[in-house]
């Protein structure tokens, strides 16, 4: 396969310019400091990298799509999206999803990470951070219809616990890339549940009062 070809969304001016650098397994055909830009001057590319948290000019009033408008601005593009944060909240990350976003990592992950994030992405799988691992256990232990079998459900319990994919392999007698597809799979069953479950639902599965974190961005 082909190099990737990325557009890279950020306000800022150390990550646009450094992110191909850093990721040189990717090819960055563009990047723009916000998706107004984008929207009215698109370079064709596999995935958007979004920044999740994005301001307008410095010094003016001007606002700017960010969050889950600046997701659906994008998916409206029909390309997929790749969330590039600092954000940890598993629950907005969760709404980003809902929202139409394919993957999630953060800034802080290892470059490797952050490629095979986006590479899977650009395959159509779902790629999730280690805080929503620990959400779709959460849901599913107070019955979310999350419909995972009995070895989705051991997988993604050792995996929030942190277990390395050779100690999760080897605990339940299975290949690594087996574990990685209930893995996969999970992860695809945690979106579909999150489009199909209104906010409010999904704030009291979690158990938190209605209007808690989400709002309507």
């Not at 990737?4 to 992110?19: E, H, M």
Request: aromatic content about 4%.
């Amino acid at each position: 396969m082909n190099r990737t070809r990325v557009v890279v969304i950020d306000d800022s001016t150390v990550i646009r310019g450094g992110f191909a650098t850093v990721h040189p397994e990717l090819e960055v055909v563009a990047t723009y400091a916000s998706v107004e830009d984008f929207e009215a001057d698109p370079a064709p590319c596999d995935v958007v990298v979004l920044d999740l948290l994005l301001r307008g000019p410095q010094g003016t009033m001007v606002r700017t799509k960010q969050g889950r408008a600046a997701i659906r601005a994008i998916r409206a593009m029909d390309l997929p999206v790749c969330l590039y944060t600092d954000e940890r909240r598993a629950i907005v990350l969760a709404l980003c999803l809902r929202a139409g976003a394919q993957g999630v990592v953060h800034k802080s992950d290892s470059p490797h990470v952050t490629v095979r994030a986006v590479e899977d992405v650009r395959a159509g799988t779902v790629v999730v951070t280690q805080s929503l691992i620990g959400l779709t256990e959460l849901l599913d232990r107070r019955g979310a219809p999350l419909d995972l079998s009995p070895r989705q459900r051991q997988v993604i319990s050792a995996r929030a616990r942190g277990r390395h994919w050779s100690d999760v392999a080897s605990t339940l007698f299975i290949t690594e890339d087996t574990a990685r597809e209930h893995y996969r799979a999970a992860c695809a069953k945690l979106r579909d549940y999150l489009r199909h479950t209104s906010p409010g639902d999904i704030e009291h599965a979690v158990g938190l009062a209605p209007g808690d974190v989400l709002d309507e961005a």
